[in-house]
């Protein structure tokens, strides 16, 4: 039971990252509390410093300066973020092929067959993996090894900042005895709700529970996670990207808050085409289109509706949209986002397209798209763009409007939607 070689599940996490990358790359952003999230007025991450501080994501803009005035707040410049991020994978790809990007700052692999090759056991690895983080990027990561993936994130989480946690079968129950049953991984509010009603409030006492009560009460996903618990594999790392989609949206938040009615309709109509631009990219069409508002006082109202055909055409989507947008509409109501969404996905390869909808009118669309996507990827976001989202320069500027410092000094060859060359910066000398 014992066997070294069957806690090779790694979880790696960074810290912080997006304010982690802002102090990588400004040293004199280091040590001092940072938030990013300033073109939403909303903390979309937060440096452990602020963190200290009760600073966290989420939080109010507004409120967190209450708590500490000197707050360093910047833009969100994802475009960094995401180059900062391959380079993390890429690092991770040193010590094994078989790697999951998670999310942005968060991948799996699976070591097995790894402490061989690097001669080491795996708190040697997770040290080598976050030395290598640290000196060629400048960012902290916390690292979890153990049996499962389950178990593997509850480790990277265990010692964080800049910590580490290799959990082996025999001290399973230590672990879990420690772990809140709201804090395991697949365990949501309403899973934690019932489990505590019956007086489980620990990882170790829900992995005590007979598995047809699990099943009866939590299904098969709460049965799966109480089998990772228990140092049972049954997440299986996802090595090939994702390449079919259910569904797509697009969002986005504006500064200040608008009753202008051609600004909120361009606002969404840009939404709109970016979602449709990325069915297109993933060789995708839709079958059903949705749109929310969302007023300056949070309260939201959307719609959707079935598109006449399957398509990734903008000019048979914007109708709908249009319709959609004035049965939400309400005048004089101040609105603060849009967001479109895109449902009933099929992939182009897996679908029949009916001898009678592949019209000469309906390919010329085609070849129409193709070269509008071909200069916007070449040229930058909505170069070519609906005549309507002219209106969208109706919005006075706002600070939040302030692009991130990177997009003011690119590098040649780059365009501001699209950085291609990591700006590193070495970490502080220990
Ligand atoms: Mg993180």
């Not at 099929?346 to 085609?366: A, E, H, I, K, Y």
Request: charged content about 25%; aromatic content about 6%; hydrophobic content about 40%.
């Amino acid at each position: 039971m014992n066997s070294p070689s069957d806690c090779t599940i790694l979880h790696v996490d960074a810290d912080g990252f997006f304010a982690g990358v802002e102090q990588a790359l400004n040293p004199a952003l280091r040590g001092r509390p940072v938030v990013t999230g300033a073109e939403r007025g909303i903390i979309a991450a937060a440096s452990y410093e602020a963190k200290a501080l009760g600073i966290k994501r989420g939080l109010q803009l507004h409120e967190a300066r209450a708590l500490y005035p000197d707050l360093a707040v910047l833009p969100s410049d994802y475009e960094t973020y995401s180059l900062y991020s391959q380079r993390l994978f890429s690092i991770l790809r040193r010590f094994t092929p078989n790697v999951e990007e998670y999310s942005i700052d968060e991948a799996f692999a699976d070591l097995q067959g790894c402490d061989k090759l690097l001669g080491c056991a795996q708190e040697r690895v997770a040290e080598k993996l976050r030395d290598a983080v640290r000196t060629e990027m400048g960012l902290t990561v916390s690292v979890g090894i153990s049996l499962t993936k389950t178990l593997a994130k509850l480790c990277s989480k265990f010692r964080k900042p800049d910590g580490q946690t290799v959990l082996r079968r025999e001290h399973l129950p230590i672990m879990l005895r420690r772990t809140p049953i709201d804090k395991v991984w697949g365990i949501g509010p309403a899973s934690a709700a019932k489990l505590l009603a019956r007086g489980i409030t620990t990882a170790h006492a829900f992995t005590l529970m007979e598995a047809a009560s699990v099943i009866k009460l939590l299904h098969k996903p709460g049965y799966e996670t109480w089998l990772e618990l228990q140092g049972r594999q049954v997440f299986k790392l996802e090595l090939n990207p994702k390449t079919e989609y259910a569904s797509m949206m697009k969002g986005h938040t504006f500064s200040p808050p608008s009753a202008e009615q051609h600004l909120v309709f361009a606002e969404a109509l840009k939404n709109m085409a970016a979602a449709l631009a990325k069915l297109r990219r993933h060789r995708h069409l839709a079958r059903e289109i949705g749109l929310c508002l969302r007023a300056q006082d949070y309260t939201a109202q959307a719609a959707a509706a079935t598109l006449p055909a399957l398509t990734a055409h903008d000019s048979e989507a914007a109708p709908l949209l249009r319709q959609l947008f004035d049965r939400l509409f309400v005048p004089a109501q101040n609105y603060r986002s849009t967001m479109v969404w895109l449902g009933g996905l099929v992939p182009v390869s897996g679908c029949q397209m009916d001898l009678f909808q592949n019209t000469p009118p309906r390919r010329l669309l085609g070849h129409l798209d193709q070269a509008v996507d071909r200069l916007n990827l070449r040229y930058g976001q909505n170069t070519v763009a609906p005549a309507a989202l002219m209106d969208q320069q109706l919005k006075p500027w706002h600070p939040r409007d302030a692009a991130p410092e990177r997009f003011r000094q690119t590098y040649r060859g780059e365009r501001l939607r699209h950085l291609a060359i990591p700006r590193m910066t070495l970490s502080n000398p220990v």
